[in-house]
Structures are given as C-alpha cells and as structure tokens.
C-alpha cells in the first residue's frame, strides 16, 4: 500500500499522543516543549494545549531524556524523509 502525502496543517494536528487520557497533537507536544521545556515562545494558532494534560510529559524519561523530546525528534525524522522536504531542498539547490 502506498502512503498519501499528508499537509503540513494536517500533519501537525494529528492526534498522536494520549497523555493523562487526553489526546494531543503534534502541535501541542512543540507548543508545550517550546513554552515549558525549551525556553522559547511558539505559538501557531491561539488555542492553547492543556497545560496540566501535557504537563505529565515531564514525568517521563527514556534515557534520562524527557518523553516530548523523543517525540520531537521522531517529528524531525518524519519530516526528513518526506517528499516534501526532499522536492523542497532540491528546489533551493536549483535556485542557488
């Protein structure tokens, strides 16, 4: 079976996690390490994530690593091996 090419807006608000049993997208899972976690601001839309649902991410580790940086970093991978990303570099090469 051949994969479909997802949106980018599609993409990031997946639901792919169910944390406290509250379901989070890929969105809410950058928004909380940006804003909790990383020391950064990121906001893509005004609707906040659950603060205290996606809070418990700090609970767990794999590897003395929080959970939500595996998770992000699975979305780095996801996106590198996309289509998009690899027609998108091509093109930058071809114009620079």
Same mark, same amino acid.
């Given at each position: 079976?051949?994969?479909?090419?997802? $949106? @980018?807006?599609?993409? @990031?608000?997946?639901?792919?996690?169910?944390?406290?049993?509250?379901?989070?997208?890929?969105? *809410?899972?950058?928004?909380?390490?940006?804003?909790?976690? !990383? !020391?950064?601001?990121? *906001?893509?839309?005004?609707?906040? $994530?659950? *603060?205290?649902?996606?809070?418990?991410?700090?609970?767990? &580790?794999?590897?003395?690593?929080?959970?939500?940086?595996?998770?992000? @970093?699975?979305? !780095?991978?996801?996106?590198?091996?996309? &289509?998009?990303?690899? &027609?998108?570099?091509?093109?930058?090469?071809?114009? !620079?």
């Amino acid at each position: 079976m051949e994969e479909a090419p997802t $949106p @980018l807006y599609t993409y @990031l608000f997946q639901k792919t996690a169910i944390v406290e049993g509250v379901p989070a997208s890929r969105n *809410d899972i950058v928004q909380f390490v940006a804003n909790k976690l !990383g !020391g950064a601001h990121y *906001d893509i839309v005004h609707q906040k $994530p659950s *603060d205290k649902a996606l809070d418990a991410i700090r609970k767990f &580790e794999v590897m003395n690593r929080k959970a939500a940086m595996h998770e992000l @970093l699975s979305y !780095g991978q996801q996106l590198e091996r996309s &289509e998009s990303a690899h &027609e998108l570099l091509q093109s930058i090469d071809e114009k !620079g």
